[in-house]
């Protein structure tokens, strides 16, 4: 795992997250876990979801963090009823808590990501 997913997610560790993967085709996979970096680790070993076997190297490119496995699993569905724009307006236009933000009662991360365009000109997630 980079050292900049360990600084990052040390501080929520003993969370059940909900997680948005960028995988090497450009398209995203969502799931949950309770142990996010190791459930990275365990998608690039190829031995994570199937969806993500095929589609390797695959980048960490958004996280939320609930306090219980049962929140985590239904944010998980319903980030899987976003279309590709819905969710990438989640990846790139979430706001970090704090003062002048309040309605967010969740941590939220998102690792650093550009927007490009794939050859059909539609826009991606590349880190």
Known sequence: MDADLEIRTSCDSGGNYTYILLCADHTLYTGWTNDLENRVRTHNRGAG???????????????????????????????KQL??????????????????NKEHSRSVGRADAVRSADTKGNRTAAL
């Open 49 to 79: 979801a199937k969806y993500t076997r095929s589609r390797l190297p695959v980048k960490l490119v958004y996280w939320e963090v609930f306090p219980t496995k049962k929140e985590a699993m239904a944010r998980e569905y319903a980030i």
């Open 83 to 100: 279309s590709r724009k819905q969710k990438e307006t989640l990846i790139f236009g979430w706001k970090a808590p704090g003062p002048e």
